[in-house]
């Protein structure tokens, strides 16, 4: 398992806002520093959502399935990362299950529900499409729960799908432990995606 303090890649992008070293939810792990999260504390509270309960179960059902899929060791503790973690539904089966999480999400909302929900994982604000801002090597495995379907769309004019795609995949290759998995659950809108 990578060292939790060395994983993160700084990177400025115009726009964007990334974590620096140093700033990784290091609760519970030994020899490990106190939470911080960055840098979504102080968001504004606008377009909160409430979950009912049985989107939380779909949600955290869908979660075990993807745990289960990372084919990970048995009784031992990954590093993960949760692409789109949103408010932390898919982080919190995680953390039940012993692991250690990183959550990216384009959303400041969904990333400040998250931190209210006081979930146990570190929250990344990013653009997947723009790439994973972390070292080569640093998950034990990577999952996301319907989210990669959003890089099929171009939601402004200089957006292009297909190099958001390149750009997601390359970098989800580079981040994650060689001979990892990830799982990618995704609801696309028609058969081209």
Known sequence: MADPQSCFMTRQKPGNTFASEGSLNT???????????????????????????RMIDIQTRMAGRALE????PENK???????GCGTGLSGSYLSDEGHYWVGLDISP???DEAVDREIEGDLLLGDMG?????KPGTFDGCISISAVQWLCNANKKSENPAKRLYCFFASLFSVLVR???AVLQLYPENSEQ
């Open 69 to 72: 899929l990372l084919c990970l």
């Open 77 to 83: 503790p990954c590093y993960l990362l949760d692409i």
């Open 179 to 181: 001979g990892s998995r």
């Open 130 to 134: 723009q790439g994973i801002p972390f």
């Open 109 to 111: 909302a969904m990333l």
């Open 27 to 53: 609760a519970g792990r030994p020899g490990v520093g106190k939470r911080q999260v960055a840098p979504v504390a102080g968001v504004a509270r606008k377009g909160r959502r409430i979950w009912g309960s």
